[in-house]
């Protein structure tokens, strides 16, 4: 079996601060600095930038971090599996398009990330089904182009259960990533070779249902799994150091060297020297859950941002801007309306390379219209049905939260502090789960209802806060931590013990990774789906008020959950 040296294959190297010296080939370096990629330049990869100021990374060097993970993964199997001969297997080819779909996985980003993704599910009603007719008109017309291609593919038939995948995924920025692929990327591709139907399925996660392709499914694997994949791996070490959170070390030289596949099953394992280092990512992982994604400052921001954006984009349809002027001049003038699909949409990313500093130039330009009174003059300009509403108000209220920093302040700032608390104000448990259920579900609706209520409720009984749109917001949040059937999915080889029969001392025994370290199990500490409680730092700071505060809250959402 050939080795794999990069160091040979690749003609060029970037420094890292991560992963030190990332080596790439000229097929690389074209997609690198192709338009699409380098608009990861400008795509952050966190938005906690309030609460750790350093986090300022972005997509594009946490693409070229995948891309490196991916291929010293692959190298370092074809190494490793020598021993226990896992004929006809091209490693090389491996290599190449695992580091292909590494550096791609992440191209379609819109603005603001995960913000962006929330902004088109808003504006655009065909939602997931318009992209995924993009993507199958793109695999129609290849396959049509170059039957050799057979992209969602099997055994030279349509894989049905491939595209009926495509309509139940849920990642819209896996989905956009595809579309730029096979629209943007696919000649070039094609003129090198590589294999297009395992980037994308590596990408989406869709592995081939037949054992003759498990190498493939390797590759797979390695950059989407629930486990440990280099896409997890990036992030983690990445957000860890610009975030400066302390995190066990990770050794991935160490991973690597002790990352193998199992026997029978081929699929990746590992041996007992990597036990040290996946229990490093385990909890790497979970406490930059507890202190950096889920930071009540983060959560609380991010909503800002979201909730700026539907008010503009509410004023903009109730406006009806659209038959008034030129979507252009409208989005880019002094006014504080804003049509969200022009900047978070498949069209803004593909046509309009539009970025974060593109949405967030318009929006703090919407502020400061609203701040020096351009939006009130607008709708009076277009006599709009909205010029005597308040929409205005609210708008410039969260815009100063956004730009001045008037932050509302969070009843509690912890996981721990949130189960005291629920524990605490609703002692039944039924009622108390239905509550969380209800405020933590996809449908905004019931949150919305409880804000309502509660401004409705102090005008009899609690009149004393003085609580208006702006003064009060819940914020769902879900706690992503490894979990206990995840873990159970990690394979190690034990080598047999040395009071064994000399015959048997190479034998590598496989045991679940939970019978070699036993593990927490996060969902029986803290509640997988939690929700912060943000109210003004007056009501904050008065124990009466605050007090009045908290029994508004709890009796209104018991209430209305008794009420559902």
């Known amino acids: 079996m050939q080795a794999i040296n990069d160091d040979k294959i690749c003609d060029y190297t970037i420094k890292d601060v991560v992963h030190d010296y990332i080596n790439f080939m000229e097929l690389d370096r074209l997609i690198i600095d192709s338009i699409h990629f380098q608009r990861l330049k400008d795509i952050k990869q966190l938005t906690s930038e309030t609460v750790y100021p350093s986090s300022n990374h972005t997509r594009f060097e946490h693409s070229l971090g995948v891309m490196e993970l991916c291929r010293q993964a692959v190298k370092h199997l074809a190494r490793n599996c020598d021993e226990i001969s896992f004929a006809a297997v091209d490693w090389h080819e491996l290599w190449i398009n695992a580091g292909l779909a590494g550096l791609l996985h992440d191209i379609g980003h819109l603005p603001q990330s995960h913000l962006g993704e929330s902004m088109y599910e808003l504006t655009n009603d065909s939602g997931y089904k318009l992209i995924v007719e993009r993507i199958l008109a793109a695999i129609d017309r290849l396959n049509s182009d170059d039957k050799n291609l057979q992209i969602f593919y099997f055994e030279g038939k349509p894989d049905s259960d491939a595209v009926n995948k495509l309509f139940e995924h849920q990642s819209l920025h896996e989905l956009l990533s595809i579309v730029l ?99 490093n990512i385990i909890e790497a992982r979970n406490n930059l859950y507890f202190f950096v994604y889920n930071h009540h400052v983060s959560i609380y921001t991010e909503f800002l941002s979201n909730y700026f954006l539907r008010t503009l984009n509410k004023a903009f349809i109730k406006c009806r801007l659209a038959e008034t002027a030129e979507i252009d001049e409208l989005n880019h003038g ?160 034990v080598k047999s013990s040395a009071i064994m029969s000399k015959e048997e001392q190479d034998v590598y025994t496989n045991q679940l990774f939970t019978d070699v370290i036993p593990q927490r199990n996060f969902d029986d500490l803290y509640s997988r789906k939690h929700f912060y409680l943000y109210c003004t730092e007056k009501i904050r700071r008065d124990k009466k008020l605050f007090n009045m505060f908290i029994k508004n809250f709890v009796e209104t959402a018991e209430k209305l959950v008794a009420n559902c």
């Open 334 to 493: 002094d006014f504080s309306v804003l049509d969200v699909k022009y900047y978070c949409s498949i069209e803004a990313v593909q046509e309009k390379i539009i970025s974060d500093s593109d949405l967030l130039h318009l929006m703090k330009k919407k502020y400061l219209a609203l701040r020096n009174g351009l939006g009130c003059q607008l709708c009076e300009s277009l006599d709009c049905e909205i010029k005597e509403s308040k929409l205005f108000e609210i708008q410039k209220k969260i815009g100063g939260q956004i730009y001045e920093r008037s932050y509302l302040k969070a009843v509690w700032k912890t996981i721990f502090e949130f189960n005291l608390f629920m524990n605490q104000f609703f002692a039944d448990e039924n009622i108390r789960n239905e509550v969380v259920n209800k405020i933590c579900s996809d449908d905004y609706q019931f949150r919305a209802r409880l804000v309502e209520e509660m401004i409705a409720n102090q005008a009899v009984n609690y009149q004393a806060l003085e609580l208006t749109h702006g003064d009060l917001y819940i914020i769902p949040r879900s706690n992503r931590f490894y979990t206990m059937d995840n873990i159970k999915q990690i394979f190690i080889y």
């Open 181 to 279: 692929i096979l629209e943007e990327y696919s000649s070039l591709l094609i003129e090198a070779h590589a294999d297009i139907d395992l980037i994308v399925r590596a990408i989406l996660g869709y592995t081939y249902q037949k054992q003759k392709y498990w190498a493939k499914n390797v590759v797979i694997r390695l950059l989407n799994s629930k486990t440990i994949d280099m896409d997890k791996l990036d992030y983690i070490m990445r957000d860890a150091y610009y975030t400066g959170v302390s995190i066990p070390p990770i050794d991935t030289k160490r991973l690597f060297k002790n990352m193998t596949l199992h026997r029978e099953l081929k699929t990746i394992t590992y041996k007992a020297g990597a036990i040290s280092v996946i229990q």
